[in-house]
């Protein structure tokens, strides 16, 4: 899991609720990546960042948001449009090169 | 569109035989393709990667995949499964319109029995 650091590790919310999940790290990445873990789906890319300051929608981006105000951080804000928010989700971060490196992830469960 | 296809759900192996984790892969261009190992409510581990060069691909724990271009496969392989090597393997191919997007399959249950 590297230098990247996500919490809580299980977060439960109720309907109708904003939760936000956290992602750190330490590895001075330029891009970062959130994921959505599903069993029997795979990974599916719900944002990315390139840069600071800047961010891109990726294939389940609905009910979802992000902000990229530092290097270091990506948080992501599942609000109550998510119909459908559980499940694991996964942060991801990478330098220059092609390798994405995750961190430990978070499950989230709606009450 | 560009695609990773992940053919079985689980593979079954006996510790100490070799094993062999399917994937195959649709990009335009020149794939860039990954492995990563998942072991359970954990992030997920990088195995090793294919970019250029040879095509025996040597990684972590003794893992090592073979890229064919002619059958756009990128199958991971072990010489001696241990009980250990049990997690979810996934393959992922780099999104080759510049946009640093990556697609993964839907992963491999690899089962190592004593």
């Known amino acids: 899991d590297g230098g990247i650091t996500q919490s809580p590790k299980y977060l439960f919310r109720k309907e109708g609720q904003n939760v936000t999940l956290s992602c750190e790290q330490n590895l001075n990445h330029d891009a970062m990546y959130w994921y959505r873990q599903d069993p029997g789906q795979g990974l599916r890319l719900i944002y990315y960042s390139q840069i600071v300051n800047d961010f891109q929608k990726g294939d389940i981006a609905e009910g979802y948001s992000v902000s990229r105000e530092k290097k270091e951080s990506f948080p992501l804000t599942v609000t109550s449009a998510q119909k459908n928010p559980t499940a694991f989700y996964l942060c991801?971060?990478?330098?220059?090169?092609?390798?994405?490196?995750f961190g430990p992830g978070t499950r989230l469960t709606v009450l | 569109a560009q695609s990773v296809a992940q053919p079985e759900d689980q593979v079954n192996v006996a510790e100490g035989n070799p094993l062999t984790v399917k994937c195959t892969y649709s990009v335009s261009g020149n794939p860039y393709l990954f492995w990563y190992v998942q072991y359970p409510n954990r992030g997920l581990q990088f195995l090793l990667k294919y970019i250029t060069g040879d095509n025996l691909v040597k990684g972590s724990y003794g893992f090592e995949a073979e890229f064919n271009k002619s059958q756009t496969s990128f199958h991971l392989k072990k010489p001696s499964a241990l009980v250990s090597d049990s997690a979810l393997y996934f393959c992922?191919?780099?999104?080759?319109?510049?946009?640093?997007?990556?697609?993964f399959g839907t992963g491999t249950r690899l089962k190592v029995l004593a």
């Open positions: 992922a191919v780099r999104d080759a319109s510049g946009t640093y997007k990556y697609i």
């Open positions: 991801a971060s990478r330098l220059a090169g092609d390798t994405q490196y």
